[in-house]
């Protein structure tokens, strides 16, 4: 992928804004924080379901989980024991990141999990040197993923800054509402500013539509205005509407096993598998983005 028109015109920090697949880090390993400054648009069901269709194309995938809602965790975990470690123990220095990593419900997904602490952990943090970059030094000697996924809060808090300062790269997942762009736009700005402050270097891997509903003008309305700001930076599959989704984080499994029983159509299983090729096609992974569509 090339530069693409900038999404916030007028702004002077998004010159840091880069689009496209770009580099590896120095451990190959890609690094995508899910992200955005809007609350419910479906970061962490993006996190966990494209974890969930990758590790099906036999990926070996890492979600890190950064945010003290813990969905992602109560997706792939079934209980989180009283007192188990988390990425709250990491951010203070009291665990390393490889000893809280955990195998999840869905083979192939390893879950750093979340809990509430990771609340107060930032607070203990804020006063420290190189408190942006905890989350980057504890990746070093991870090994052996295909892909990490980061999942973060909505709030900017150090929790978030921390994932963008790790990440290669982010996805911005976005519900097609007459506020999404608005909200891409803080999102796109608050990765320009950790490049302008040299903290990081995360490129654009796309800009993800969420519940869409072909019946609603206004979907199409949206969409188009994400179209026109951020060009081929919006990824061409559309997780459409559905109501399965809901009860993933509640049964501790991802859409691929919710719907597993059911009959045809399962439609969150089909788009996320798309959405995964597409994906696999953006970072050059060709043997999955070579692959048919079909679940
Ligand atoms: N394609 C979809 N269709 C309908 N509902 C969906 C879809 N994807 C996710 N949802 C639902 O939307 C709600 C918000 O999703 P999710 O929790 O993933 O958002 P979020 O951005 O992580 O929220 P937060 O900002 O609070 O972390 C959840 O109830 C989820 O089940
Ligand atoms: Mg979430």
Redo the contacts with the bound molecule.
Sequence with gaps: MTQVSNPCPGHKITKYLIFGAASFDSRGMTTVAIT?R??????????TNLAAALALEGKRVLVIDM?S?A?STAVFLDELPQGALSTAHVLIGQAALEDIIVPSTREGVFIAPASRELTAAQLTIVARTGRETILRRAMRSLQGYDLILI????EQQLATVNSLVAASHVLM?FTPDPKALEGLRTTSEAVAEIAAADLGQATVLGCVQ???DRRLAVTEQAREQVRKAYGEGLLETR?????S?????AWHRDIFAIERGERAPRR?SE?YRALAIEIAGRLGWKEMSDAQVAV
């Excluded at 609350?39 to 962490?44: C, D, F, I």
């Excluded at 999942?151 to 909505?154: I, R, V």
């Excluded at 989704?245 to 984080?249: A, G, H, L, S, Y």
């Design positions: 955005n809007k609350g419910g648009v479906g970061k962490s069901s993006l996190t945010d809602q969905s999942d973060t809060a909505p997942p969420i519940a869409h997780i459409r509407a559905n109501s989704f809901i009860v993933c984080p969150g788009d």
